[in-house]
């Protein structure tokens, strides 16, 4: 598994893990981003992250975005 981070931009990937306290896993899942769904990585930006959740675009910054490990 590798982070979300690695992946290229316009690519689907499926959220396999994400790891971090329990609050900010929670705050993750309220945006979308529970284990098993799929994002897509629309652009990146100095390490910050773009996402396509569903019908919703996410910005997270790049500490947060490693907390998502992909597979």
């Known amino acids: 598994m590798i982070p979300v981070t690695m992946a290229e931009p316009g690519k689907n990937v499926t959220v396999r893990k994400i790891t971090g306290r329990d609050e900010q896993r929670q705050r993750l899942a309220e945006?979308?981003?529970?284990?098993?769904?799929e994002v897509t990585v629309v652009a990146q930006i100095g390490g910050n992250l773009i996402l396509q959740v569903k019908d919703s675009r996410i910005a997270l910054d790049q500490t947060m975005a490693n907390r998502i490990l992909i597979g």
């Open 31 to 37: 945006l979308g981003i529970v284990m098993d769904s």
